[in-house]
């Protein structure tokens, strides 16, 4: 009975507070107005922290990957440019390295803020060997300067990431060598090497390398004179002359070539023979030479008789006309 009786206060109350309910609303209208606002804030605040957290970070990491993607598509722009076109285009490599720069300076995780200032001394070292002109020394120290320092930076922030450190000692090794100090970067590339925590990573086989190599580079390379241009004769851009008269009996077997006629006025000689050339019967012999039959021409004074010049020839269809008669005296 005592259950059943507390369950029946209880369900009084609750329907007395729904009836007074909009009483109560209207009496007390103004903090309800208060509380639904700072709920709102509170809500909007959470979905804000919620939308910059994933979404915006999510861009960051994008727009941050394809800044560390960039420079080495920019390494083979600039040789393309300067292949085909002859273009120094060198500043590319610049330009990438001060927008590291700027990543790294707002990269609020220590890991991203190392791989960008790793970057950033590579296109500075890139920027050196890149340029198509001289470079003074004044400008290697500065861009070598400019490199060891972000490569120093790099073992402030990345103290717990072995490979990233490694990559920045290796580095440093590379500056020293640009600079000249080849004791410095042997010592350097000694230390990486010697150093148990860092047998696993990648710096240390190209360490092991460069100790191997560096003595090749620390000659200094001199390229042979490039040989004179050859003088070509005088009489070089002359047409060649003609040695002599071409043998009939030689044909050329070069299709569509015939002969061409010129007209000649022969002295009159008892019992001359002449040879004449039958275009038509050139396929029907070997090698293609003409047939050539004797005719008998009679004495005829002033006659005027058709030769054939071998020396000039005209490109002329095969089935040209044949030979024009020769002038002979009727029998």
Not at 82 to 93: E, I, K, N, P, W
Not at 295 to 317: C, H, K, R
Request: glycine residues 4%; hydrophobic residues 40%.
């Amino acid at each position: 009975m005592k259950s059943d009786h507390r369950h029946e206060l209880k369900t009084n109350e609750l329907a007395e507070w729904i009836a007074n309910l909009p009483q109560w609303a209207r009496e007390n209208y103004r903090m309800i107005i208060y509380v639904s606002v700072v709920a709102v804030l509170v809500i909007g605040s959470a979905l804000w922290y919620w939308y910059n957290k994933n979404v915006e970070s999510v861009q960051r990491q994008l727009d941050f990957t394809n800044l560390i993607s960039r420079l080495p598509q920019n390494k083979r722009q600039v040789l393309i440019m300067a292949q085909a076109r002859g273009v120094d285009a060198s500043y590319m490599l610049i330009e990438t390295a001060v927008a590291l720069r700027t990543a790294a300076e707002g990269a609020k995780d220590d890991q991203m803020a190392a791989l960008a200032l790793i970057k950033r001394a590579e296109a500075l070292r890139a920027g050196l060997h890149y340029r198509q002109e001289a470079v003074s020394q004044v400008e290697v120290r500065t861009a070598i300067n400019q490199a060891k320092s972000a490569y120093s930076k790099v073992l402030e922030r990345a103290t717990l990431n072995r490979s990233l450190t490694a990559t920045a000692r290796f580095g440093l090794g590379l500056c020293e060598e640009e600079l000249g100090n080849f004791d410095g970067a042997r010592q350097i590339y000694k230390d990486l090497v010697e150093n148990p925590d860092f047998e696993v990573t990648t710096a240390v086989a190209q360490a092991k390398q460069r100790l191997e190599t560096m003595s090749d580079y620390q000659q200094k390379v001199v390229f042979k004179a490039s040989p004179r241009p050859r003088r070509l004769p005088a009489d070089f851009l002359k047409p060649p002359s003609q040695l002599g008269p071409v043998d009939v009996n030689l044909w050329p077997a070069a299709p569509n070539r015939a002969p061409r006629i010129l007209d000649y006025n022969v002295k009159p000689e008892p019992n001359f023979v002449f040879r004449v050339l039958d275009v038509n019967q050139r396929i029907q012999t070997p090698n293609r030479a003409p047939v050539v039959p004797d005719i008998n021409v009679g004495l005829e004074p002033n006659s005027v008789f058709e030769a054939v010049d071998i020396n000039q020839w005209l490109e002329t269809p095969i089935d040209v006309p044949g030979v024009p008669d020769i002038n002979v005296p009727s029998k």
